[in-house]
T-cell receptor, first 115, second 112 residues
Framework: DSGVTQTPKHLITATGQRVTLRCSPR?????VYWYQQSLDQGLQFLIQ???????AKGNILERFSAQQFPDLHSELNLSSLELGDSALYFC??????????????FGPGTRLTVT | EDKVVQSPLSLVVHEGDTVTLNCSYE??????LLWYKQEKKAPTFLFML????IEKKSGRLSSILDKKELFSILNITATQTGDSAIYLC????????????FGTGTSLTVIP
């Protein structure tokens, strides 16, 4: 158990809908990262937040947005969902923003299925 | 375009066999290359490599990086059924913030 929690565990929704995925980082970690893992594209870095501010952006679609709240939990919002958005979404956290990938602690993931 | 390519895509071996997994990359501002093991849940960190030619070893697993040829290999000797998993290779780049690029993984199945 990494100490990073994600809810919900599974989510099934229809195309065109909007969902919110939630992540609580490890206690003391200020930085949160979001990743998407699909069968055809592997694991992809989406976005990073540090202490409430966006720090780095990866391959995040415009239909997706994220934020980090004062209590440091983060939410990933996915809108106008398409079938291709079906994937496993991971959150990871680290203490500081510049720490390497090996110092990120991954949550268990949220499996999103768009039908 | 930055990319990380892993091969083979899938591998099935018998217990006791030795396997070699490959990862090649084209990423600017390279910082490190990492190997992860993923068994139906979150990836588990295995190795981080930053310097060429220095082998990292942990039990039956070992890895080495060639920064000139832009590839890394992960070796697993005397494989066991518990080694069955997807092995992910990731490259970290230093840009405006850190960027992370993952390969699609190699699926390893070890049969008794």
């Amino acid at each position: 158990d990494s100490g990073v929690t994600q809810t919900p565990k599974h989510l099934i929704t229809a195309t065109g809908q909007r969902v919110t995925l939630r992540c609580s980082p490890r206690s003391g970690d200020l930085s949160v990262y979001w990743y998407q893992q699909s069968l055809d594209q592997g694991l992809q870095f989406l976005i990073q937040y540090y202490n409430g501010e966006e720090r780095a952006k990866g391959n995040i679609l415009e239909r997706f947005s994220a934020q980090q709240f004062p209590d440091l939990h983060s939410e990933l919002n996915l809108s106008s969902l398409e079938l291709g958005d079906s994937a496993l979404y991971f959150c990871a956290s680290s203490v500081l923003p510049g720490q390497g990938l090996h110092e990120q602690y991954f949550g268990p993931g949220t499996r999103l299925t768009v039908t | 375009e930055d990319k990380v390519v892993q091969s083979p895509l899938s591998l099935v071996v018998h217990e006791g066999d030795t396997v070699t997994l490959n990862c090649s990359y084209e990423v600017t501002n390279f910082r490190s290359l990492l190997w992860y093991k993923q068994e139906k849940k979150a990836p588990t960190f295995l190795f981080m490599l930053t310097s060429s030619g220095i082998e990292k070893k942990s039990g039956r697993l070992s890895s080495i990086l060639d920064k000139k040829e832009l590839f890394s290999i992960l070796n697993i000797t005397a494989t066991q059924t518990g080694d069955s998993a997807i092995y992910l290779c990731a490259v970290e780049a230093l840009r405006t913030g850190n960027q992370f690029y993952f390969g699609t993984g190699t699926s390893l199945t070890v049969i008794p």
